[in-house]
């Protein structure tokens, strides 16, 4: 078996914009063709993300590639301890197992035997930002993979882990800017958004919210309180705001700012801002009893782009409609309420489940506004 004309293709630029699914399938199809026999091959790439430890993709020949993101409580698990990748990661060297065997060192050896294989490699994919990836190639070949079988997959390693570190590298950066930024900002910073100033006037609906007792907590309480704290009120607003087609923008401080833009029908962005403030809402009982938090809903239009430094941006949004949502924010407290909406927003969504708290000024901005809150018995305002 050649293995150059895989080394090629490895090399090759355009393989680089393959996804993990299809760069497997891809790698797989050419070297069966090839004459390798294989019947199953693992492959991994490393994240960076803060709760997924890697992106797995299993290939068969009948089944092709699936995907499978492995968290980073795996590294605990029973599993994971007594696997070879364990000892692939800490040791760097590959690792090869006869199954035909009855007694097998790994529970992988023991599945990959009750499916028919006979014979299972692991080798380390090395990276040039430190630790280890890996790939593993099992086959149901009578006898295992023969010499020359082996000899082919040693040598397209060294190139494999460079691919495989480039696309790793590719995912973390995908991710850590989903992570920090948001899905919709990082896709728009990738696709090349990333000028200082550059960006565009969107008409969105705006959610600011903020924690109150937390300034009381924070005074008394260990940091590793506080950050538990923060965190619990933070799950309890993102996974609402993100599972109704919203972005959380920035945490500042307690407070965080989202937007849901509205792309041709503010109306829709308006009705799902409002069911996530609901869900939230629901679930504020988990910060316990001396904390609470306050949400405001607001439509207008906002930049919505890089602003900062020549060193330092920050994708956001700005305009008048923000400092407005802020300010309304700031009167769930005065008014007794832990939902409030303004009425550019209120006229989007059901009037039948809203009442006029009345015509307000808010402070540093011109106009009075009137405030609308759910009726009494729909929300825990």
Known sequence: ???????????????????????????????????????????????????????????????????????????????????????????????????????????VCDDLKAEGMTDYLIQPMLSSHGGHSFASWSTDRPGGFLPEHIDALEAIAPTLALRMDANSAHLATQQLLRVYLGRNAAERVIGGAFERGSGERIEAAIWFCDLRGFTALSDHADVEQVIDVLDRYFSVVAEPIRANGGEILKFIGDAVLAVFPTCEEPGDACVCALRAAKEALAHAHVLG?????????????????????????????????????????????????????????????????????????????????????????????
Request: net charge negative.
């Open 1 to 107: 078996m050649d293995p150059c004309p895989i080394i090629a293709w490895l090399l090759a630029p355009s393989t680089g914009t393959l996804a993990h699914d299809a760069f497997m399938d891809e790698l797989c199809g050419r070297l069966v063709a090839a004459g390798l026999p294989l019947g199953r091959v693992s492959i991994s790439l490393r994240t960076r993300h803060p709760e997924i430890y890697v992106l797995n993709g299993q290939w068969r020949p009948e089944q092709g590639s699936t995907l499978t993101w492995f968290p980073r409580t795996q590294l605990s698990e029973e599993r994971f301890v007594a696997s070879p990748i364990r000892q692939v990661r800490e040791t760097g060297r590959p690792i090869r197992v006869d199954l035909t065997h009855d007694e097998l060192p790994y529970p």
């Open 289 to 381: 009893p001396d904390l609470s938090f306050g949400v405001a809903l607001h439509l207008g239009e906002v930049f919505y782009g890089n602003i900062g430094a020549s060193s330092r941006l920050d994708f956001t949004v700005i305009g008048p409609a923000v400092n407005e949502a802020s300010r309304v924010e700031g009167m769930c407290k005065v008014l007794g309420r832990d939902l409030l909406l303004t009425q550019a927003f209120a006229n989007h969504v059901d009037r039948l489940e809203l009442e006029s708290l009345g015509t307000h000024r808010l402070r540093g901005v011109g106009r009075e506004q009137e405030l609308f809150g759910l009726k009494l018995g729909r929300s825990s305002g």
